[in-house]
DNA sequence: TGACCATGTAGAG
DNA sequence: TCTACCTGGTCAA
């Protein structure tokens, strides 16, 4: 259940893991298998991320220009599990899942990922596609969109995402660009700057959490008609989730608190944790503790971190939206 | 065992 | 605004 962050890193991820080799494409589950045999036996040139979308450039063995992409959407349930010999394999990324071969007890004697003696292990679930090269294997399961595209294709795509805060320019040549372009979408428009925050037409790669935490960052009422919002109020949101957005590219975790609003007083209350947010987190650092990452999101009926005021939720065009209704008001 | 849920999107009406 | 769809983890019965 990724948002942009994720996506960005996986493209970053598999570059690592399959650049510059061909690979063996399949689709155990099946229902990729026409798309996979166009790809099969090709070299990955690159993989990029635009928002929530992921693009993986392949070309024909011995050749640099990219033929075809692959363009994967995750979804709300899509996820990429990896498996392999070397440091760079050992997380899974998108939805919740075990890594690819997971056992509940690892045979006695049988050392895994063994040097020298790797072998793929099988497809867990229902796999839709399946790279594989020497010494790595990524497994793709249930993504919203898997298909293969042609450069103009491709850039259909993009034409209809918004600017991406993640993305080095923010898709719009540089980043004063990105945000200009955005502020001004914003304002264009008397939709509720909560659900404007969702389009990624407006911005690509926000999804439920950045929308909920940068709009209490900016202590923005999220039900406040876009072309209400002050011009200056908007650019902030954008510069801040820049910043959110890029540090979870970096950690693999969303964090949003600031150091002072963690802790004693303000943190877990009761029922936390009866809904925990399953974020994905690679190999967790420790860093913060999960139940301290966010101000609002699935904190409904907890006390603000802030002033204390009950976390409120509700339907936002079907989607839940937190926020504090006494400091976002 | 089965209902419910989720960081999402697209298409119909 | 609604429904359908993609999948698997969690929790109640």
């Known amino acids: 259940m990724p948002e942009g962050h994720t996506v960005h890193r996986l493209a970053r991820t598999l570059e690592t893991l399959f650049a510059g080799r061909p690979l063996a494409v399949t689709s155990p589950q099946g229902r990729f298998a026409h798309g996979a045999a166009l790809l099969d036996g090709s070299v990955l040139v690159r993989a990029e991320a635009w928002g929530k979308q992921l693009f993986c450039g392949f070309a024909s063995s011995g050749d640099d220009d990219v033929a075809r992409w692959l363009r994967v959407h995750l979804g709300l349930y899509g996820a990429w599990t990896f498996a392999g010999t ?34 793929p292990p099988a497809p867990r679930g229902a796999v839709r596609v399946r790279l594989l090269a020497d010494s790595a294997v990524a497994d793709l399961t249930g993504p919203t969109a898997c298909e293969v595209l042609t450069g103009a294709e491709k850039a259909d795509v993009e034409a209809r995402l918004g600017p991406d805060p993640i993305r080095p320019d923010g898709g719009r040549g540089d980043l004063a660009a990105a945000r200009d372009a955005f502020v001004a979408r914003v304002r264009r428009s008397r939709v509720t700057v909560g659900q404007q925050l969702m389009d990624q037409a407006v911005v690509a790669g926000v999804g439920n959490i950045y929308r909920a935490e940068a709009l209490f960052r900016a202590r923005l009422d999220p039900l406040r008609p876009g072309r209400d919002v002050p011009a200056a109020v908007l650019a902030a949101i954008w510069d801040d989730l820049v910043d959110l957005m890029r540090d979870g590219a970096a950690t693999g975790r969303i964090v949003t608190t600031r150091p002072e609003d963690r802790g004693a007083g303000t943190g877990p209350a009761p029922g936390a944790g009866r809904r925990r947010t399953r974020q994905n987190t690679d ?4 860093a913060v503790p999960a139940d301290e990452a966010f101000y609002v999101y699935h904190r409904d009926g907890l006390g603000c971190r802030v002033c204390g005021t009950p976390v409120a939720v509700a339907d936002l065009a079907g989607r839940n939206l937190f926020w504090c209704p006494a400091c976002q008001s």
């Open 86 to 119: 070397g440091d760079d394999v050992v997380h899974a990324i998108g939805a919740p899942r075990r890594r690819i071969g997971e056992r509940d007890s690892v045979p006695a004697g049988v050392a895994a990922d063994a040097p020298g003696a790797w072998e």
């Open 283 to 286: 190999d967790d650092t420790g």
